[in-house]
Nanobody, 127 residues
Framework: QVQLLESGGGAVQAGESLKLSCAAS????????MGWFRRASGKEREFVAA????????YYSDSVKGRFTIAKDNAEKTVFLQMNGLKPDDTAIYYC????????????????????WGQGTQVTVSA
């Protein structure tokens, strides 16, 4: 089992930055892929970014590429999402997720690919 705990959400103005953290515990040594998803009000949960724990390879949705950065701290078993240049459209609940199996490109960007989820943290960006 893997337990995930997000933190770092908050309310900011457009153009500002936030850094989300996701602390992992449990079977983290097997964690293969860590991802961030978000769900805006009235919308489905969507892929934001993912990171392969072993290689460090990163993946981003087109909507955040160039603005958000996903990174990890092996010692702290933590994944971060640095969000710069925030826009009102980035307002959502952000969720950390983990998969213990290798995912193809399609599943990597799908909620169906991830078995473990955090409780979410709210990010609100005002114009």
């Amino acid at each position: 089992q893997v337990q995930l705990l997000e933190s770092g959400g908050g309310a900011v103005q457009a153009g500002e930055s936030l850094k989300l953290s996701c602390a992992a515990s449990g079977r983290t040594y097997e964690s293969f892929l860590m991802g961030w998803f978000r769900r805006a009000s009235g919308k489905e949960r969507e892929f934001v970014a993912a990171l392969r724990w072993d290689s460090g390879n990163t993946y981003y949705s087109d909507s955040v590429k160039g603005r958000f950065t996903i990174a990890k701290d092996n010692a702290e078993k933590t994944v971060f999402l640095q969000m710069n240049g925030l826009k009102p459209d980035d307002t959502a609940i952000y969720y950390c997720a983990a998969s213990l199996v290798r995912l193809n490109a399609a599943l990597r960007m799908s909620t169906r690919g991830y078995r473990y989820w955090g409780q979410g943290t709210q990010v609100t960006v005002s114009a």
